[in-house]
């Protein structure tokens, strides 16, 4: 056998071999979808209002359950997939969870140093928390039965304003200014009263935003479409984002809840139209950008 013929066979062998290994790695280091759906499950369950904590807890400890079992099948892999997991644990009752919730967000900002350090703050705020130490970031509030919010006991001394805004935490005047919105009246609130979705948009456009009685802040608003589409009430819901796009045209998030209305409606193109602006306002948007590749591959 020539000497090049033999040189081509070992690239070839080589080359099968190295194309087995990528295919390998690249179906190693894919997002779990299970994952995703676990962690969706879980915001779920904290988009409504009066929430049956009791039934929420079990279903958190189901959650640890399963997210514990896939860590030890070695299906937690990628950024995405400890970032989903940190916050199953954040959602737990002892230290153990609210350890292993720190963790596991360290290895998801190892893995991809863009991954939004909030909930970093977060873990490390309730481990400190569970432990009865005053926490650094600011990220823990607390409420008792019909008392107002009050921001859990803070050591403000650890952390600079600085490194809170790099952890994507409000600073300590943004976190008093967060206080006094929390202890607002909610929209929700005027269901009883105004009933039609209608008649609370007329009155959310006649209020001042800032000076009224009721949380109208981006969020606050946003909390409120939320609502109506656990209620299954989502045309309704989509009449509330669609007002806080024009209340709020420069936040990223009004866009992002927009489209995601529009999606469920089934209007798949204008809700991909949204997802792209909400994307264009903050490039950093992982989730408008899943979702697009969704939508792209259907």
């Not at 005053?134 to 990220?139: A, F, L, N, V």
Request: hydrophobic letters at 35%; proline letters at 1%.
């Amino acid at each position: 056998m020539k000497f090049s013929s033999l040189l081509l066979i070992i690239f070839l062998m080589f080359a099968c071999k190295f194309e087995r290994k990528t295919e390998t790695i690249s179906i190693a280091v894919k997002d779990n979808e299970e994952l995703k759906a676990i962690y969706e499950k879980d915001q779920a369950d904290r988009k409504t209002e009066n929430i049956d904590w009791l039934v929420v807890s079990k279903r958190d400890g189901l959650r640890q359950i399963r997210v514990s079992e896939l860590i030890d099948s070695n299906k937690v892999n990628t950024s995405l997939d400890f970032y989903n997991t940190a916050m199953i644990f954040q959602h737990g009752n002892d230290t153990i969870a609210s350890g292993m919730a720190v963790k596991l967000m360290r290895k998801a900002i190892e893995l991809d140093s863009t991954t939004n350090k909030w909930l970093l703050a977060a873990a490390i705020d309730r481990d400190l928390m569970r432990k009865g130490k005053p926490q650094i970031y600011g990220t823990q509030y607390r409420k008792m039965g019909d008392e107002f919010w009050k921001i859990y006991n803070l050591d403000s001394t650890k952390v600079s304003d600085k490194e809170r805004i790099e952890y994507n935490v409000e600073t300590l005047a943004e976190q008093k200014d967060k206080l006094r919105i929390m202890n607002k009246k909610k929209l929700s609130e005027l269901l009883a009263s105004l009933k039609k979705v209608d008649k609370i948009i007329d009155f959310i456009k006649n209020e001042n935003l800032t000076k009224s009685a009721y949380d109208l802040t981006e969020n606050g608003i946003n909390n409120f479409g939320y609502l109506l589409m656990s209620q299954k009430k989502n045309e309704e819901a989509l009449k509330i984002f669609e007002l806080n796009i024009k209340l709020y045209p420069k936040a990223y998030n009004t866009y992002d809840s927009y489209g995601e209305c529009l999606v469920k409606l089934g209007k798949i193109q204008e809700g991909k139209k949204a997802y792209e602006k909400s994307l264009e306002l903050n490039p950093d948007n992982k989730e408008a950008e899943r979702i697009l590749e969704e939508i792209r591959r259907k």
